[in-house]
Nanobody, 116 residues
Framework: QVQLVESGGGLVQPGGSLRLSCAAS????????MGWYRQAPGKQRELVAV???????NYADSVKARFTISRDNAKNTVSLRMNSLKPEDTAVYYC??????????WGQGTQVTVSS
């Protein structure tokens, strides 16, 4: 049974930093695309960053140069370092795993609030 568990969310002031982590279990994730999505109140869930099983990364334009995604296949973890946070980054952040055959899994989400 695949499980994704996020941690690291919280309240931070504008300009601050946070690091989100996702611990994956229940499968071999080396070949899966691992990513982070977010959903703000009243908005659709959107891609933030993805680290493909092939080793490439992709970021939403709104977070480029501020966020960095990383993964550790030996530990089955994927992390998101978020710098220079803005109020518009406030959302629930979800970890996502997408396997080559199409199976997709989500974590429960972690709240990130950027406010003074």
């Amino acid at each position: 049974q695949v499980q994704l568990v996020e941690s690291g969310g919280g309240l931070v002031q504008p300009g601050g930093s946070l690091r989100l982590s996702c611990a994956a279990s229940g499968s071999i994730f080396s070949f899966a695309d691992m990513g982070w999505y977010r959903q703000a109140p009243g908005k659709q869930r959107e891609l933030v960053a993805v680290f493909s099983g092939g080793g490439s990364t992709n970021y939403a334009d709104s977070v480029k140069a501020r966020f960095t995604i990383s993964r550790d296949n030996a530990k089955n973890t994927v992390s998101l370092r978020m710098n220079s946070l803005k109020p518009e980054d406030t959302a629930v952040y979800y970890c996502n795993a997408r396997f080559p055959l199409g199976n997709t899994y989500w974590g429960q989400g972690t709240q990130v609030t950027v406010s003074s």
